[in-house]
Antibody, heavy 116, light 110 residues
């Protein structure tokens, strides 16, 4: 069974760039889409964007100007960069595997706090 | 941008049945929106229950079912168990490679 694990700094300063990695084990990145989703404390889920294993991306229009998602097939990793962060970007960040029309496996998430 | 709307909260008795719905601001939800449903319990990551309107994962309990109902996507819990108390989110594919979550429904088993 595929396992996903998010990792990265738990604390980021305002105006800096948030950088996270999703490491995939038990399977290959190839053939799938990989989504990033976030959840501010006490609030609902927000789809950030996704990447196909070949590198094509789609982003939430509300975040598009600040988001970059990339993939490293040699390391079986997907990365998320979110620039110019503010306190509103404080959230649990999740990665998930996606087949056409189908979300299946999720990581356990990583909490990122934006604070000076 | 598309807004996806769910009931904020629902209450159901143990052993009862409850239906959650998921509406799109752009019109009727069809199979082409590939509705996915997720369950999230406090302190846990979401877990996918239903995809592509009504398909189940191997781990999805049989008491959960998905459908289209009156122009909305629907998730029905039949024979509700105490452990079904959770937040439930729907997710719709809105075209152009974009997905949008609903605001979530808190289901209380009482």
């Amino acid at each position: 069974q595929e396992q996903l694990q998010e990792s990265g700094p738990g604390l980021v300063k305002p105006s800096e760039t948030l950088s996270l990695t999703c490491s995939v084990s038990g399977g290959s990145i190839s053939g799938y889409y990989w989504s990033w989703i976030r959840q501010p404390p006490g609030k609902g889920l927000e789809w950030i964007g996704h990447i196909y294993y070949s590198g094509s991306t789609n982003y939430n229009p509300s975040l598009k100007s600040r988001v970059t998602i990339s993939v490293d097939t040699s390391k079986n990793q997907i990365s998320l960069n979110l620039s110019s962060v503010t306190a509103a970007d404080t959230a649990m960040y999740y990665c998930a595997r996606v087949k056409p029309g189908q979300f299946d496996y999720w990581g356990q998430g990583t909490l990122v706090t934006v604070s000076s | 941008q598309t807004v996806v709307t769910q009931e904020p909260s629902l209450t159901v008795s143990p052993g009862g049945t409850v239906t959650l719905t998921c509406a799109s601001s752009t019109g009727a939800v069809t199979s082409g929106y590939y509705p996915n449903w997720f369950q999230q319990k406090p302190g846990q990551a979401p877990r996918t229950l239903i995809y592509s309107t009504s398909d189940k994962h191997s781990w999805t309990p049989a008491r959960f079912s998905g459908s289209l109902l009156g122009g909305k996507a629907a998730l029905t819990l039949s024979g509700v168990q105490p452990e079904d108390e959770a937040e439930y989110y729907c997710l719709l594919y809105c075209g152009g490679g974009l997905w949008v979550f609903g605001g979530g429904t808190k289901v209380t088993v009482l």
